[in-house]
């Protein structure tokens, strides 16, 4: 069942989990710290709020050093021409997508010849009227 909101024990494993390599704990030591078994942790990680939660935690943890790693990212791509890191730099500052589009102006502006059917309707109308 998907949790609807988290508890104290929750929130104290996610701020261990969210750490580079668990803050050097295992995850019997933060289960054990939020009084819970090793696999009610494992359970909570399953679920899509703690997850979500965890993730935001991640980011809040990471947010400080982003401008050390995007300067590292650059150094590689210009001085190894990692063309992966070139990507994903991209990405990031919103100058390459995945994605592709291509439209079809023809199916846009319509038939051409109910375009000219038309053309002709609204030009009898135009000489009737006059």
């Known amino acids: 069942m998907a949790l609807k909101s988290l508890r ?6 996610i ?4 750490l580079p390599k668990r803050g050097g704990l295992t995850m019997q030591q933060i289960a054990d710290e939020c009084k ?15 997850e979500s939660e965890l993730k935001k935690q991640m980011i809040r943890n990471t947010r400080e050093r982003l401008p050390e790693a995007i300067a590292s990212m650059i150094d590689h791509v210009v001085d190894g021409g ?19 589009s291509v439209d079809d102006k023809l199916t846009k502006a319509g038939d051409v ?15 009737v009227n006059q």
């Open 36 to 50: 819970v078994s090793r696999q009610t942790l494992y359970e909570w990680m399953k679920d899509p709020l703690f």
């Open 113 to 127: 010849d109910a375009m000219k059917e038309r053309i002709a309707k609204y030009k009898e109308k135009s000489n």
């Open 15 to 18: 701020n261990y989990i969210a």
């Open 82 to 100: 990692n063309a992966a890191m070139m990507k994903l730099l991209l990405q990031m500052n919103d100058m390459l997508t995945d994605s592709v």
């Open 8 to 13: 104290t024990e929750q929130l104290i494993a």
